[in-house]
């Protein structure tokens, strides 16, 4: 209904615009009527921008009504497997990144998500890396992890080196996490922020 209304208000802009014009070409420039098709031109890029932002709106609820909410997040599970970077990669063409939960009971609902949606016995890609330095991870953003849920009872994760530089969540470990060499192929959970 909204957005029925600003093409209504846009198509109405247009016509003004294109009435004004073709005052000007027959002479009847004026102060006031520049003053009139400036505020018209700026109310119709104040239109676009809001239709864009509607635009926005409604794919994040698209996208949310095939994941799952959790506390101001939305999380879309892509179960075809693939590289870190192919996976993060793929979750930012579509507005978002790779998940990467804050607290343990984001991790806890993430991990609940996938055993639903990908598998009970998936290890899925999660959004942080020590690619740069060598056991300091951080998240797509490049700050450092605050909530960590390392997997070390048995394997004392992190326990890679050089050579696993990605972390995957595992749901047949409860959600611990574990570090992964980032060309190996997994499945993957994008995150979207909803307001």
Not at 161 to 179: E, I
Request: glycine share 8%; net charge negative; hydrophobic share 35%.
């Amino acid at each position: 209904m909204a957005v029925r209304g600003l093409v209504l208000c846009v198509l109405l802009a247009t016509a003004t615009l294109q009435q004004n014009a073709t005052q000007k070409k027959s002479g009847r420039k004026d102060a006031a009527t520049n003053a009139v098709l400036e505020d018209m031109k700026r109310q119709i890029d104040d239109i676009f921008v809001e239709l864009n932002l509607l635009k926005e709106q409604q794919a994040l609820q698209t996208v949310c009504l095939r994941g799952t909410k959790v506390l101001g997040k939305c999380f879309l599970a892509d179960p075809e497997k693939k590289s870190f970077h192919a996976a993060n990669d793929d979750c930012m063409a579509k507005g978002g990144m790779l998940a990467t939960p804050l607290t343990g009971d984001q991790n806890d609902r993430l991990c609940e998500y996938v055993r639903q949606s990908v598998g009970p016995e998936e290890h899925v890609w999660v959004g942080i890396n020590d690619m740069v330095t060598d056991g300091q991870w951080v998240d797509q953003s490049g700050q450092g992890v605050r909530f960590k849920n390392w997997e070390t009872h048995i394997t004392l994760q992190p326990d890679g080196g050089r050579g696993q530089n990605c972390a995957v969540m595992s749901t047949s470990a409860n959600g611990k996490w574990f570090d992964e060499n980032c060309r190996a192929e997994k499945a993957s959970v994008c995150e979207f922020n909803i307001v």
